[in-house]
T-cell receptor
Framework: EPEVTQTPSHQVTQMGQEVILRCVPISNHLYFYWYRQILGQKVEFLVSFYNNEISEKSEIFDDQFSVERPDGSNFTLKIRSTKLEDSAMYFC?????????????FGPGTRLTVL | QKEVEQNSGPLSVPEGAIASLNCTYSDRGSQSFFWYRQYSGKSPELIMSIYSNGDKEDGRFTAQLNKASQYVSLLIRDSQPSDSATYLCAVKGGNFNKFYFGSGTKLNVKP
């Protein structure tokens, strides 16, 4: 069964450094998402992406964040200058459609630790 | 701010019993509702989606939606210890491609 994959599984970085989290969505899916989950807290929507552009973003997704689909398979989240409070699990998700609210399928996540 | 509220639990049920999980949401324009299961340290795993008022059954799981009351529930019949996890309610916000999650209800199924 097709799955969303994410790399790396764990990323440790120093405060102020740039990180890129990578995702490979399910191949025939068209809608892509990033979420974060701070330890012990709820899953928070960051951004949705369709047709090579951002369709929605949350208040969390400020100028420090960017997303890109550099080729036909990868979907990346870049954090330009990491802060301690960016430490969280980051989940990528994909969906075949969005009309009618088709469900999203989540990848295994990348645990980001900012020191 | 669109909110999705869940009782954090833990909800403890004996093996074989019915577990009932509830969720309320604030955005009356929401059209799509999802239940996910999340084991500790893992990603959310889709259980069910529901879009229309009423019940939807899938195996041991039944989702119930009441848009007038802005209420979604999940029933798990014949609960198993392997069902012990945190159950997340997610709501798609109206016409927007944006999803809101509740904080989750922790379910413990005791053998």
């Amino acid at each position: 069964e097709p799955e969303v994959t994410q790399t790396p599984s764990h990323q440790v970085t120093q405060m102020g450094q740039e990180v890129i989290l990578r995702c490979v969505p399910i191949s025939n899916h068209l809608y892509f998402y990033w979420y974060r989950q701070i330890l012990g807290q709820k899953v928070e929507f960051l951004v949705s992406f369709y047709n090579n552009e951002i369709s929605e973003k949350s208040e969390i997704f400020d100028d420090q964040f960017s997303v890109e689909r550099p080729d036909g398979s990868n979907f990346t989240l870049k954090i330009r200058s990491t802060k301690l409070e960016d430490s969280a699990m980051y989940f990528c998700a994909s969906s075949p459609v969005t009309s009618g609210g088709a469900p999203q399928y989540f990848g295994p996540g990348t645990r980001l630790t900012v020191l | 701010q669109k909110e999705v509220e869940q009782n954090s639990g833990p909800l403890s049920v004996p093996e074989g019993a019915i577990a009932s999980l509830n969720c309320t949401y604030s955005d009356r324009g929401s059209q799509s509702f999802f239940w996910y299961r999340q084991y500790s340290g893992k990603s959310p795993e889709l259980i069910m989606s529901i879009y229309s008022n009423g019940d939807k059954e899938d195996g041991r799981f039944t989702a119930q939606l009441n848009k007038a009351s802005q209420y979604v529930s999940l029933l798990i019949r014949d609960s198993q210890p392997s069902d012990s996890a945190t159950y997340l309610c997610a709501v798609k916000g109206g016409n927007f491609n944006k999803f809101y999650f509740g904080s989750g209800t922790k379910l413990n199924v005791k053998p």
